[in-house]
């Protein structure tokens, strides 16, 4: 399938194993979005349908375990399900925390700030929701 992402089973055994959860989802998720997934990067070869995801793996609805060389949405850098990361955004949101929409809120200018003091390079940073958005500059 051109233009879809090719996950790598951990084992050969994986490969062979039925996915008839992951074919179940799919088939329900194609009555209400095109194509069964809300992003075409997300399409897979074969389709699955993944349900957690922990470090570098992944397991999809049938229980098989895949390592993640994908690593969409930044878990390239510490893994899926950090939980030094999970623990600060639950503190977070516990405060009551939003992205409000508008405006802004002290937490974008403490990124913006580290963002800029680790590239030492950069005086200013905007960042955004899509990877080709964010920038920084002197």
Excluded at 62 to 76: K, Q, T, V, W
Excluded at 105 to 116: D, I, P, R, T
Excluded at 130 to 136: E, L, W
């Amino acid at each position: 399938m051109p233009g879809t992402s090719q996950l790598i089973p951990e084992s050969p055994k994986s490969a062979s194993r039925p996915s008839d959860k992951s074919k179940q989802v799919f088939e329900h998720n194609r009555k209400y979005i095109p194509g069964g997934v809300m992003s075409l990067p997300r399409r897979a070869d074969p389709e699955l349908a993944f349900e957690r995801a922990d470090g570098a793996y992944m397991w999809d609805a049938d229980g098989n375990r895949y390592l993640d060389y994908h690593a969409a949405f930044a878990p390239i850098v510490l893994g899926h399900n950090d939980p030094h990361v999970n623990g600060a955004v639950s503190a977070a949101m516990a405060r009551g925390v939003s992205l409000f929409g508008s405006g802004t809120n002290s937490l974008e200018g403490q990124l913006a700030e580290l963002m800029c003091c680790l590239l030492y390079t950069s005086f200013s940073g905007l960042f955004d929701n899509d990877p080709s958005g964010g920038s920084c500059r002197r």
